[in-house]
């Protein structure tokens, strides 16, 4: 088991002011509607989903990666026989409130990053840090979008077609990159893996374009949720028609609606 990962996670938990309580509150701050309110109790500390050390290695984590990988363009599933890099080999969200994290996987990412870019500049403790912060913040996304849908009574958290996976794995990139944008140096290794990645993770990218704003995807999260769509294509064509239209949120969503 790592200790670092385990201190960092130990430490966090028990802090008030960390990625997970700044990400609820970003949720509760421009959700339309009173997101604290709507799953009140699911937000208590000790309510949080566990998080569960994992040293499985996931099938399809090879090593080495990624230099070997030309920048990927599609989503393949092999890349001359190597697998295109996926922040699921690091870290899973699974139902009943439990998110994992595969600690060996995130130490030998850290480590590969160590060796090409940071180990001048960084420890590799510290990369495994911001790798942790990176994992544990892209998971919970997928939990707070779990609970959304949750309380709107769906069917399951559904992740079969691209248009589903597309809207679960870019709202997790959004929001991680949301949380972590201003902080260089996890947002250094965001960056890095970035192009190795299979696209469900670069699609994110689409959303922080000039003319949407944070404001404009909690619209289109909203509108999905209720509309009980787990949608990419849905998502972005809310947030487009939530970007043409002045005003809050609560007027965005009936001019919508009433379209
Ligand atoms: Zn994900």
């Known amino acids: 088991m790592d200790s670092i990962i385990l201190r960092y996670y130990k430490y966090h938990r028990g802090s008030r002011d960390n990625m997970l309580d700044e990400l609820i509150f970003l949720f509760n701050e421009n959700y339309p509607e009173r997101f604290i309110d709507e799953v009140k109790g699911f937000f208590h500390n000790f309510e949080w989903p566990d998080i569960c050390l994992s040293e499985k290695i996931v099938k399809g984590f090879l090593e080495p990666f990624p230099e070997e990988m030309q920048e990927i363009n599609n989503e393949i599933n092999d890349f001359n026989g190597l697998r295109p890099f996926q922040i699921e080999y690091l870290g899973t969200y699974k139902s009943k409130d439990l998110v994992t994290l595969y600690i060996n996987s995130i130490e030998k990412t850290a480590g ?117 769509k787990q949608s990419w294509t849905e998502l972005k064509f809310y947030i487009d028609e939530a970007s043409k239209i002045k005003g809050d949120s609560g007027h965005k969503i009936s001019t919508i609606l009433h379209r």
């Open 112 to 228: 590969r990053y160590h060796a090409i870019v940071g180990s001048a500049q960084y420890q590799k403790r510290d990369i495994i840090r911001f790798l942790t912060d990176i994992i544990i913040v892209h998971e919970f996304v997928h939990w707070i979008v779990d609970i959304l849908l949750k309380k709107r009574g769906r069917q399951g958290f559904k992740y079969t077609t691209q248009d589903e996976v597309f809207f679960h794995e870019g709202l997790a990139q959004y929001f991680t990159y949301h949380m972590i944008k201003y902080d260089k140096n996890v947002a250094s290794v965001f960056s890095w893996l970035l192009p190795f990645q299979l696209k469900r993770y670069k699609v994110f990218q689409e959303l922080i374009t000039p003319g949407y704003n944070l404001n404009d995807v909690m619209v289109g999260i909203w509108l999905c949720v209720n509309s009980k």
